[in-house]
Structure formats: structure tokens, C-alpha cells
């Protein structure tokens, strides 16, 4: 499947592809809807510590970051890591993201947490 997208697709397919049909935690599918369950705002509306941490959650199963908050700000931490490392993002930015409390929406209503 990979080399076949790699002949077939854009960049930009490929990467739309990614922001509309990527799961995304408890259900839901694209950028924008993961964005608004976590969030609770519009994808062209987050942060930087709330891009970080979307783009940590594609395809995530295992971490619930209403339940386990510390290990969702490690991998948010990763990615903006990975950003400052390639140049997107520069040191004041990376210190300022890397600073900002993790914050959510309220989870689904029907979220539980296990004990």
C-alpha cells in the first residue's frame, strides 16, 4: 500500500488524505473532528501545544489523555522536539510550547476513565 500511494498520490493528496480520514482516540476520524473532541475549537484555531498534540494522537490507541495526562505531554513534547529539530519551529517557540499546561476539552460524555 505504501509504494503504491507513493506512485499514486500528491504530497498534498496524501497529506489531505491524512487530515480527513486518520483515527484520532475515542472514534474520531480527520483533523477537524479530533480537533473539536479535544479541544473543543476548529483545527485552523489551535496552538502550536495543541497542533503538537493532535499530530502525537493519529492513530494512538493506547494513551487516553484525559486519563493520563503525563504521558500525552510527553508525546506532545516529542513532537514539538521533532519540530524544533527540523527547523519549524524555532528555540523560543519550542521553550514557550513545551511550557504551556496541557490542556482539554471536557471528555466524551460517556469517557471513563478505568480504574
Known amino acids: 500500500t505504501a509504494v503504491w500511494m507513493t506512485r499514486s498520490w500528491t504530497r498534498e493528496q496524501f497529506l489531505d488524505t491524512l ?25 485552523a484555531e489551535l496552538t502550536l501545544p495543541q497542533a503538537a498534540a493532535l499530530a502525537a494522537f493519529v ?18 513534547n516529542r513532537i514539538l522536539q521533532r519540530l524544533r529539530e527540523n527547523g519549524a519551529i524555532d528555540e523560543t517557540a519550542w521553550h514557550t510550547a513545551r511550557s504551556a499546561p496541557f490542556e482539554l476539552a471536557a471528555p466524551p460524555p460517556t469517557h471513563r476513565c478505568p480504574r
Open 19 to 43: 487530515a480527513t480520514r486518520s483515527e484520532f482516540g475515542p472514534g474520531w476520524r480527520g483533523v477537524e473532528a479530533a480537533s473539536r473532541g479535544y479541544f473543543d475549537r476548529a483545527a
Open 59 to 76: 492513530g494512538d490507541r493506547g494513551t487516553d489523555p484525559w486519563c493520563d495526562r503525563e504521558a500525552a505531554t510527553g508525546m506532545r
